[in-house]
């Protein structure tokens, strides 16, 4: 098997049965498997909620590390709503032609970087970097601040042995502390700041509501930008005939960014818990349930994409669920797309060919299903272009 081979773990089961129960700290959760019972869930927000206690929603629950609700995350609407249109310009600035050229920038000297090293270990010393220092764009700080959350590693909240690591959790929160104390004292045109303006019902925005907005945005894009670039690059090691393609073609960037995004799904799955008894999906749930919209499921269901487990960078029809669906879908979509693509342009600009040398898998446990989700390591060597 090539190491960019992502295999359906799921498809068996969707096929059969359209949901998996699974075991979470002693809670039962059921997985949702099938594309149209996933989209059906997440748009039925009354029947399927969000804005339950701080860290329900996620899988493995965050519950036992985590009292602040990530906004706007866990929250339904109205509210859901309401905190979203604060927001929802600043998350779009990704889009601008200055961000653009910045966010250039970062790539291309990231990539100058390792070009011609002898070994790269592609997930600390490439995905992580670059992931950190695109996000001093979103957050709009100092490109030096990348360097402390380059020192938190891959995940937040998770480490090697310990998937809910409250030590580690501890750190970003007291970081984000003291941001939001620092610019209380002197405000800018950073997101925190911005947030500290934001009005919600008629009031500015709480400490706490800031809080739990910044780790939502330092949480949620970070392993799963870190797996997309990984897997991206890994790709390529395998395909060079896929860099050839898209240099010979760049108009298809866009559509091999949707592409990977399904194929890959960096997020495997979000919860929602059960408020009525409800046939909506025809399973056999009831309240206070836990369910899993399982998007990595999803991507790969037959009845919606033609050979869903091949990549076919131009694909034409391509309604992936990888940035969720419906009210909540991705926030800082904008940005990972953004860094996706520049990261593709990049590629094919200055990369002739990545040689891959030894990797480890990240593979996730869910019940009896292994879902292989990117990489602890992979060792790479980045060949120039000019050579
Ligand atoms: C949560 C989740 C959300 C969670 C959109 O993704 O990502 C996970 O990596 C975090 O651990 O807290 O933000």
Redesign the pocket.
């Known amino acids: 098997m090539k190491k960019s081979e992502f295999p359906d773990a799921f498809q068996k089961v969707r096929e059969t049965d359209g949901v998996l129960d699974i075991d979470d700290q002693f809670e039962k959760v059921t997985m949702i498997l099938r594309h149209k019972d996933v989209r059906k869930c997440a748009h039925y927000y009354q029947s399927f909620k969000s804005g339950v206690q701080p ?1 329900r929603i ?1 899988v493995p629950s ?1 519950e036992k590390i ?1 009292e602040i609700r ?1 906004i706007p ?1 866990e929250l339904d609407p109205p509210l859901h709503t309401q905190y979203r249109s604060e927001m929802e310009a600043w998350f779009r600035r990704p889009l601008q032609e200055d961000y653009e050229l910045k966010l250039t920038q970062i790539t291309s000297d990231l990539v100058d970087e390792i070009l011609d090293k002898a070994v790269l270990e592609v997930v600390e010393e490439f995905a992580l970097k670059l992931q950190s220092q695109a996000l001093t764009l979103l957050l709009n700080v100092p490109i030096e601040e990348a360097e402390i959350w380059i020192s938190w590693g891959t ?4 480490s090697e042995d310990n998937p809910l690591d409250a030590e580690k959790a501890e750190i970003l929160y007291h970081y984000i502390d003291e941001q939001i104390e620092k610019v209380l004292h002197h405000p800018g045109d950073d997101l925190y700041s911005v947030l500290l303006r934001s009005q919600f019902e008629g009031r500015k925005f709480t400490k706490e509501e800031v809080k739990g907005t910044m ?2 945005t ?7 930008i870190i797996n997309a670039v990984t897997n991206i690059i890994v790709y390529f090691g395998d395909h060079p005939e896929s860099l050839e393609k898209i240099r010979e073609d760049p108009d298809i960037i866009g559509k091999a960014v949707e592409e990977f995004i399904r194929y890959f799904s960096p ?1 495997t799955h ?1 919860g929602r818990v059960v408020d009525v008894e409800t046939n909506v999906c025809e399973y056999d749930l009831h309240n206070d349930d836990k369910v899993s919209l399982c998007w990595a499921s999803a991507n790969r269901d037959s009845n919606v994409f033609k050979n869903p487990n091949e990549v076919i960078l131009d694909r034409k029809m391509n309604p992936h669920v990888g940035f ?1 669906f419906s009210h909540h879908k ?1 926030l ?1 979509a904008t940005h990972a797309r953004q860094l996706l693509k520049i990261l593709i342009k990049v590629l094919v600009e200055k990369v002739h060919s990545i040689q891959l040398l030894e990797s480890e898998e990240n593979i996730e446990t869910w019940g009896k299903i292994k879902r292989k989700v990117g990489f602890h390591q992979v060792n790479a060597k980045f060949n120039s272009i000019k050579n």
């Open positions: 860290g996620v965050e985590r990530q995350l995940h937040v909240f998770r780790i939502l330092f949480a949620g894009g970070r392993d799963t997020l979000l969720g991705c800082g």
